[in-house]
């Protein structure tokens, strides 16, 4: 489907890929790994067509349609909804429809002889169209746009109005609607949270086409990718197996080659000495010219290597503090002074706990840690910090508060101007500036070195707090593994945000999981908040700490709770058998009555074409909106019965 035949590219004087052989298969999923700036996005160029390379020749299937999500999205002139540009997925349906309509509009004025051609034409038109989903597209649109987090009272708005996130999101919609043969995806999870990086992995487990997912999300490649491309060193490689199986692999490829290499190096440096032992002498020449050829003909054995953004990273120890680092009580948050964000929020962080908040965007996950860090004082409610606690926030935007022409050393020295010389030049080596590094500007530094600069800054005091908003945005998967190593062995208190769910079952040993204007806490892992609330997302508990909502509560108030949540969930169980039985029998009536109009337009037994190709598209729509509701109703059906009968509201157990 699509080759690569000893390809060559170079930019300037870096080799970005020298001699690639890559042939990509049908259907296959591939996941795309390497270091930043190795030349991954390189490779998608390649495919698309934007690139031509220097050397060699990519060879595409003819016809093969490509759908790609690049990193960063191209600037959109389109004026209309945020559903309407999903809609320009299958801008060919457009056409289709105006000719139908075309075709209705002239039968009535055509002479009945020559109306076959015409019916016929229709007919053709009309069974492609539904063919390419044209009945059920805008019903796709908007579920896959809920999906990935938009309110549906949003779908209307602008598409223009929307952050360049967003836009992002709806750029994923789009492509992903095109239905194309192979999907181009590079870093898709880059401005996704939690619930839409899960969304993603179910829709893409569906899709029917190829697949080259270029992340740094282990969870989208592990639960995705069949087959695995690494792209380094001006190599590309394939490995025929997930991403698990890739890195043990890889480990015995890199030793094979390093033993290899050192074998040829033996032999090389065994032909040198024979060189230079015999070069002046006559009798020998024509032998020295031999080994000299055979010198130049030796092909030098590369032994891969990833180099990570982030190989540095030691975390000190933090200062000593009280067991209770922090708590919030009756905290709400309001920017407009209308819609609150946050509302009667109560937790508590203790010495040594590991916390991620969970939530789509726009939930409140920030306003609530910038509300911990004192970054913004809450509009109700107060902050109490506990015993000698230090927070450590770091933002989402910390590379833009760091002068681009200041020195790596300038700015951890400014964080903390009592800092000692030599205790400064030892920390920075820990984060892996040494020697000259300490004198590069900021502008200069790569996204894994501006990670690990902020990070020096922020130890500059060493907190005993951290605060930390999406802290691998910027980081490989090497990278992001060392962070991990290093938050699980820090002895402080850690709350974060992040989309990246492998770094979070990684670090977080409890979760917050935001419903505004509320929150609900899981004293658990990831894994143990995603058993909970269901892979349908059910409903949470009330908007405060469930531990602090039942920590007085008696024997007998919790029997009395137990018995209404049973009675509630009875009460649920039978409205969602009413509602699936209900949507069944509206199912099949749709369903038989669209079959009627079929057969009736076939036949020619229509007073108008144009009102029967009407009722077509309404059925259509009636019948994929009550199939979406048959299939939600059904989940949480299913949800509420394995749910066990006597659970508890969360706590603090």
Same mark, same amino acid.
Request: hydrophobic residues 40%; charged residues 25%; contains cysteine.
């Given at each position: ?18 001699? /690639? ?130 309110? !549906? ?26 239905? !194309? ?229 300038? /700015?951890?020295?400014?964080?903390? !101007? ?75 208190? /850690? ?148 749910? !066990? ?9």
């Amino acid at each position: 489907m699509i080759e690569f035949i000893q390809v060559r590219v170079q930019f300037g004087a870096q080799e970005i890929f020298r001699d /690639v052989d890559l042939r990509i298969l049908p259907n296959e999923r591939v996941g795309v790994v390497g270091p930043n700036g190795a030349g991954k996005s390189t490779l998608f160029a390649l495919i698309s067509g934007e690139l031509t390379p220097d050397a060699g020749s990519v060879a595409v299937q003819r016809g093969l349609r490509i759908g790609m999500v690049r990193q960063q999205l191209r600037p959109h002139a389109f004026e209309g909804s945020l559903l309407d540009f999903a809609l320009q997925a299958r801008p060919e349906l457009e056409g289709m429809v105006k000719r139908l309509h075309e075709i209705e509009h002239a039968l009535p004025a055509t002479d009945p002889d020559a109306r076959a051609p015409l019916l016929r034409e229709h007919g053709e038109l009309q069974s492609r169209f539904e063919h390419l989903g044209g009945y059920s597209l805008k019903s796709r649109a908007e579920a896959a746009l809920c999906g990935l987090g938009f309110a !549906p009272a949003e779908l209307e708005r602008s598409f223009r109005s929307f952050s360049g996130g967003w836009q992002m999101r709806a750029e994923l919609v789009r492509v992903l609607l095109g239905d !194309p043969d192979v999907l181009l995806l590079d870093e898709p999870s880059n401005y996704l949270d939690l619930p839409a990086v899960e969304w993603l992995e179910k829709t893409l487990a569906s899709f029917q086409g190829a697949v080259l997912l270029i992340s740094h999300d282990r969870f989208l490649l592990r639960s995705l990718c069949r087959a695995t491309v690494e792209v380094a060193g001006g190599c590309v490689t394939r490995y025929s197996c997930g991403y698990d199986e890739y890195l043990v692999q890889r480990e015995e490829r890199v030793r094979i080659q390093e033993a290899a290499a050192r074998n040829q190096q033996k032999r090389r440096d065994q032909i040198e000495r024979f060189v230079e032992r015999f070069r002046a002498k006559n009798t020998k020449a024509s032998i020295v010219q031999s080994r000299i050829k055979m010198l130049d003909r030796m092909e030098e054995i590369v032994v891969p290597h990833l180099v990570s953004d982030a190989a540095y990273l030691r975390i000190a120890d933090p200062p000593h503090s009280g067991a209770e680092v922090l708590r919030l009580e009756g905290v709400g948050h309001t920017y407009d002074g209308q819609r609150w964000v946050l509302r009667e929020v109560d937790v508590r962080i203790m010495r040594g706990d590991k916390i991620a908040l969970v939530g789509y965007n726009g939930m409140g996950k920030t306003t609530l840690l910038r509300i911990l860090a004192g970054a913004i004082e809450p509009t109700e409610g107060r902050r109490v910090l506990g015993h000698l606690v230090v927070p450590g926030y770091q933002s989402q935007d910390f590379a833009e508060t760091m002068p681009p022409s200041q020195t790596v050393y300038r /700015v951890v020295k400014d964080a903390n !101007p009592d800092i000692p010389e030599r205790h400064l030049r030892t920390m920075l080596g820990g984060f892996g500036f040494e020697g000259g590094a300490i004198d590069k500007t900021v502008d200069v530094l790569s996204g894994g070195e501006k990670i690990r600069l902020a990070f020096a800054r922020l130890f500059a005091r060493p907190p005993n707090l951290l605060l930390l908003d999406e802290p691998t945005t910027h980081l490989d998967i090497q990278g992001r593994q060392t962070l991990e190593r290093a938050l699980r062995d820090y002895a402080g208190a /850690v709350v974060l945000v992040s989309h990246d769910v492998t770094f979070v079952r990684s670090v977080a040993t409890n979760i917050i999981a935001l419903q505004p204007p509320g929150i609900q806490r899981y004293v658990g892992g990831y894994d143990y908040y995603r058993e909970r609330v269901g892979a349908a997302g059910a409903p949470t508990a009330p908007a405060t700490v469930a531990a602090e909502a039942t920590g007085g509560a008696s024997k007998k108030a919790l029997r009395r709770m137990r018995a209404d949540q049973r009675r509630e969930l009875q009460q649920k169980t039978r409205a969602l058998k009413r509602e699936i039985d209900a949507l069944e029998t509206r199912i099949q009536q749709a369903e038989a009555e669209r079959a009627e109009t079929l057969a009736d337009l076939e036949t020619g037994r229509v007073a108008s074409y144009s009102v029967a190709n009407q009722r077509l598209s309404a059925l259509q729509e009636r019948i994929d909106a009550d199939t979406a509701r048959w299939e939600e109703a059904s989940l949480q059906l299913q949800q509420i019965e394995s749910e !066990p009968t006597d659970s508890t509201i969360e706590g603090d157990r």
